[in-house]
């Protein structure tokens, strides 16, 4: 059994080469036999810790159901210059509305989409899942059983939630977005 | 220059606050005649899009004749209530769309962490930037080395002018007659070097048939071929 400071340390080097979120389970096997769930959590606590205090360029942050080490959002332009590519394409006001719908109600279809933006959302839908923000979740069993869809684990991960529990909820929303949409 | 809209919806909600009325009581007439005046300016709109416009065109002109005549009997449901059901409906999808694109304008720069561990893949890629142009060099000088050693240069053969056979048939004829024949400087004085060698060759073999003897005085000097006696066996002479 290690102790919580090593164990710590073992976390770091794996999220380090793990490149995406690690659910929980993950560690728990790297770490080996004896290591708990409990002692998982306070050893990512550790870790979480060491890098906000030592004012680090990277962050821990739970995101889509795991854990993981990201650059901090503050180096954007640094990155972007030195790894040669345009910024991330914006997501236009038609793709973040259909995103919401979908994300609040899924899973969804089209046609139910469509009906709360009263307009079209085909196009909107298709690039949505080009950009692997949303996935299909099958067909609803209605007349034509036309195809769900729901958001992935790469939305969970782009807007930094760790499940969609994490979501605001519409309240939330509606107070933030007054002074938040404008001014953004 | 009108502000974009995403759609009748988000127009209709435009003109709500900009008229600066309760959603709960939209005086229906006047939000009416600004919608169809709205799209009307939208000259450029498309054909699609022109269609969803003009559903809810449609739609409010149906909800305002409600409210002008108000039918008798039983106790109506207000007519505007689907309407702004709807419009609530699509307000929180608004917010909730600003929200959403504010936090992804906020997580940019956030990538994952992924140090280059050794892949436990079989295709291993090759990291250009670690090669520097003498290694390529040298690969090439390597590459070009095997295959040489593996592809010789053809050999050129000069067609068979001479052979030893026809040679050894040829000294056995002179020595019969000259009896003591000057083999060097005879061999010397072919102008086709193969035909000396030839000659040398047919004049080796007479020597070990028995057929023919050599003499020589000093290193370097004449050697004289001369018949034994013996007779040039017809059997086991070299066809070279």
């Known amino acids: 059994m290690l102790e919580a400071h090593a164990l710590a340390a073992l976390i770091e080097a794996v999220l380090a080469v793990a490149g995406e979120a690690v659910p929980l389970d993950g560690l728990e096997a790297a770490a080996g036999d004896g290591v708990g ?9 550790i870790v979480r810790q060491r890098h906000e205090q030592a004012g680090s360029g990277l962050f821990l942050e739970r995101v889509a159901g795991g854990v993981r080490l990201a650059t901090r959002p503050e180096h954007e332009g640094a990155l972007r210059a030195f790894l040669g590519y345009r910024s991330k394409a914006r997501l236009s006001q038609a793709a973040l509305e259909t995103l919401a719908i979908i994300a609040y109600r899924q899973p969804v279809t089209l046609p139910e989409i469509s009906f709360v ?58 107070q933030g977005s007054d002074g938040g949409a404008d001014g953004a | 220059m009108l502000p974009v809209f995403e759609g009748p919806l988000d127009l209709l909600l435009h003109l709500v606050r900009e008229n600066k009325v309760s959603i709960w009581d939209i005086p229906i007439a006047t939000i009416c005649d600004q919608y169809h005046e709205a799209i009307r300016a939208m000259e450029q709109l498309d054909l699609e899009l022109a269609g969803e416009y003009l559903v809810y065109a ?79 060099a040298r690969a090439l000088r390597g590459v070009m080395e095997r295959h040489e050693r593996e592809h010789p240069a053809a050999m050129e053969l000069e067609p068979i002018r001479y052979s030893v056979r026809d040679k050894i048939f040829e000294l056995y004829e002179i020595i019969g007659q000259q009896r003591s024949f000057p083999l060097l400087s005879h061999l010397l004085t072919r102008p086709d070097r193969i035909e000396s060698v030839t000659l040398l060759l047919a004049a080796l073999e007479l020597l070990r048939l028995k057929v023919a003897t050599a003499h020589q005085r000093a290193a370097f000097a004449e050697i004289y071929l001369m018949p034994t006696g013996a007779q040039l066996p017809m059997e086991g002479l070299t066809d070279a």
């Open chain 1, 37 to 45: 769930r409990e002692a998982v959590e306070e050893a990512i606590e």
């Open chain 1, 117 to 174: 933006r009263g307009v079209n959302c085909a196009g909107v839908v298709r690039t949505l899942l080009e950009r692997k923000l949303v996935i299909i979740a099958g067909r609803k069993q209605v007349v034509g059983t036309p195809l769900l869809y729901r958001t992935s684990k790469e939305f969970l991960v782009q807007f930094g939630l760790s499940d969609l529990a994490a979501l605001p909820t519409p309240e939330e929303a509606e």
């Open chain 2, 58 to 136: 449609t739609w409010l002109l149906v909800i305002k004749s409600r409210m002008l005549l108000p039918r008798h009997g039983e106790e109506e449901k207000d007519p505007r209530q689907e309407l702004v059901e709807r419009l609530l409906e699509y307000e929180k999808v608004k917010s909730a769309a600003a929200e959403l694109g504010g936090l992804f304008e906020i997580r940019r720069g956030v990538e994952s962490l992924r140090l280059q561990a050794p892949v436990a893949s079989s295709e291993l890629e090759l990291d250009l930037e670690d090669l520097d142009v003498f290694a390529l």
